[in-house]
């Protein structure tokens, strides 16, 4: 098991809490007078699907895709999830069966 | 007649938001399991739902924290992550001018969830919007808090394999980017974070992979902005 110091804990907390506030806060703090630039509307149309598409990466930085089994788990995982969720659209459902699945496939491939 | 009308707010917010319920009472308690079976104690993973109130930020978090990531890592994975937010606010700066001392809890409780709620139900007209509004946050929060305590329990009793969970994280954003080709309808953005990403993995180590891949991301957003904006 790994070992956390609590006075770390305590800071990254507080520190990922201060930023996720910021984001929330951020328009009445800036915009409750002035009009927001123009450049807001294309960052709010652009950046999302940018950012997820550098998380799906981000969680699979533990993949070592030039050793078999290569990521192909990962792979089929996502796979699975992609189409469950193409196919019945419920959020919840997506991630469980995909995580199910994902927890299915380490334990027998 | 004055607490009547409370628990008559109390009652419709409570109704609307029973969808809320199933979701982050499921998502909450995949969350404590989650945070528990890295070991982290229970009371930080419930420490973290009351503070930081965000689904896919605290389930990153956890395995950032693992890392043992620094502040500044920490710091922008939250801006960057929810800057989604700022987009909620903007939407909202004339209807909670006049929540008053309930509008600093209403600003910080701002989830995905609980703006679409707010937005998009119809309360009966009698029904003061201003209380409605809060109630919403606030039970909505306590879902996911409740949630997340009794993901950490479960998984604090009980001696689940829990191998392989954390790819919900995964599942989550591949989710989350589906439901963002639907609004988006195009693949541009998705192919220049899929390049910066890849860009970042070739080029640094994987605890500095993150904010490289955002700055890629940003960088080649404003360089082809014309291109961007056109498709």
Not at chain 2, 36 to 54: C, D, K, T
Request: proline share 3%; glycine share 8%.
């Amino acid at each position: 098991m790994i070992e956390y110091d609590s006075l770390y804990l305590a800071e990254a907390v507080a520190v990922l809490a201060l930023g996720n506030l910021l984001t929330r806060a951020a328009p009445f703090l800036f915009f409750s007078r002035r009009k927001p630039p123009s450049v807001i509307g294309f960052v709010e149309r652009n950046f999302p699907p940018l950012i997820l598409t550098i998380l799906i990466f981000y969680t699979l930085g533990g993949v070592d895709f030039t050793e078999a089994p290569y990521g192909t788990r990962e792979l089929l995982a996502i796979l699975a999830t992609g189409l469950l969720h193409a196919w019945r659209g419920n959020y919840l459902l997506s991630i469980f069966g995909g995580t199910a699945f994902y927890m299915l496939l380490i334990r027998i491939l | 007649m004055k607490s009547q009308a409370r628990s008559r707010e109390l009652f419709a917010a409570f109704r609307d938001s029973v969808p809320v319920l199933m979701g982050y009472g499921v998502l909450g308690f995949s969350f404590g399991l989650l945070a528990v079976s890295q070991g982290l104690a229970w009371y930080w993973a419930v420490l973290m739902s009351l503070v930081i109130y965000a689904g896919a930020l605290q389930f990153l978090a956890v395995g950032m924290l693992q890392a043992k990531a620094g502040m500044l890592e920490l710091f922008a994975a939250a801006v960057f992550v929810n800057i989604r937010q700022v987009f909620y606010g903007l939407s909202l700066l004339k209807r909670f001018k006049k929540s008053g001392r309930r509008k600093p809890y209403l600003i910080f409780a701002l989830t995905d969830e609980t703006y679409a709620l707010m937005t998009s139900t119809r309360p009966d007209p009698r029904i003061k919007r201003r209380r409605y509004d809060f109630y919403l946050a606030l039970l909505n929060q306590t879902y996911w808090v409740l949630g997340t305590a009794a993901g950490a329990l479960f998984g604090t009793m009980t001696d689940f394999d829990t191998r392989g969970i954390d790819f919900a994280l995964t599942a989550l954003f591949v989710v989350l980017a589906m439901e963002q080709y639907k609004i988006r309808r195009s693949w541009t953005p998705f192919l220049l974070g899929a390049g910066a990403s890849i860009a970042a993995m070739l080029l640094v180590s994987m605890d500095r992979m993150l904010l490289t891949a955002i700055a890629l991301a940003l960088a080649g957003m404003f360089l082809f902005k014309k291109r961007i904006e056109s498709d």
